[in-house]
């Protein structure tokens, strides 16, 4: 397996896929990272996900496939978080997702893909796997289990693409510890079985490595106090597990230190002070004020996602 480089503040990182990609991408910009997190929604398949960044590869733009949902305007190729009021607007907002997703891919250090499952839903109109359904019909679609050498032949060649398109680019692979128990508990572990020999196939090429949330999720923490009510989706408990563990894999000490410093600076501003209106609180609020630009002084590439 190869070992990619740490994560460190002043880099930027793209982060696609699954909701583990989500999680992670809040945090790192949590703890002031340089990060774009899923510009065009989640996505679960890796063919859907291969099918996007192949998409903001391409030299020019193309427009994505549409679908208008009474007067909504989505894309089979899009997460539905993606929409547009009319056809224009969805073209104009789409070419922005293009351009910045191409500069991401372009400018960044790492990219982190999270694969969800390998149940695909192809649409009959044109034979193409979609990245969600958008509450369509189920007559639109066919399902089926996606072929692993299909799987690893695609990805295989999109890693070479992309890292030759920014040689400097490392990726970090996950699969979502979430159950899609939709699918049906048996249909659900083949899925993630052909997910575990995909990342492993693609591990062994160059600065390309595998994170174990799934394993952290699954066997190690393995108790329902760690999922939320759904038996499916790991709560914050777990979360924060999985992000102790990524720091420790993907951080320097130095890191790890800046984000100890900044927990500490959050934890006393979120103090509840009892008497807003008193000199000790003013002179409290000066003092933090102070700490605060002192840390942005000290960490320059540190970048501040607080609220104004």
């Not at 065009?40 to 890796?46: A, L």
């Amino acid at each position: 397996m190869s070992i990619v480089s740490p994560l460190r503040h002043g880099q930027a990182i793209t982060l696609i896929g699954s909701c583990f990609s989500d999680e992670i991408g809040r945090l790192l910009q949590a703890n002031g990272f340089q990060v774009v997190v899923n510009p065009g929604g989640t996505i679960f398949h890796p063919l859907a996900i291969s099918k996007l960044l192949r998409w903001a590869l391409n030299d020019q733009f193309v427009p994505l496939r549409m679908y208008q949902r009474k007067d909504i305007f989505l894309s089979w190729d899009l997460s539905g978080s993606f929409y547009a009021m009319s056809e224009e607007a969805f073209l104009e907002k789409s070419k922005l997702l293009y351009e910045k997703l191409r500069t991401s891919l372009q400018k960044s250090s790492h990219l982190l893909l999270t694969f969800g499952t390998t149940w695909a839903y192809t649409l009959g109109a044109d034979q193409k796997i979609v990245a969600n359904c958008h509450k369509a019909s189920k007559s639109y679609f066919d399902k089926s289990l996606t072929d692993l050498e299909e799987l690893q032949t695609i990805w295989l060649s999109l890693i070479a693409q992309l890292q030759h398109f920014n040689p400097s680019l490392q990726v970090i692979l996950t699969i979502s510890p979430v159950r899609h128990l939709s699918d049906g508990l048996v249909e659900n572990n083949r899925s993630k079985a052909r997910l575990h020999l995909l990342v492993e196939e693609l591990a062994k090429t160059s600065k390309c490595c595998y994170f174990e949330a799934f394993e952290i999720v699954t066997d190690q923490l393995r108790d329902y106090a760690f999922f939320k009510e759904d038996g499916a989706h790991p709560n914050q408990k777990a979360i924060r597990v999985v992000w102790a563990h990524f720091q420790q894999r993907f951080f320097e000490a130095k890191t790890i230190t800046i984000l100890e410093e900044w927990g500490s600076l959050q934890k006393s501003k979120a103090h509840q002070i009892l008497y807003p209106e008193s000199i000790e609180a003013r002179q409290l609020q000066v003092t933090l004020q102070k700490q605060t630009a002192d840390f942005f002084m000290k960490h320059p590439d540190f970048l501040d996602s607080t609220p104004a």
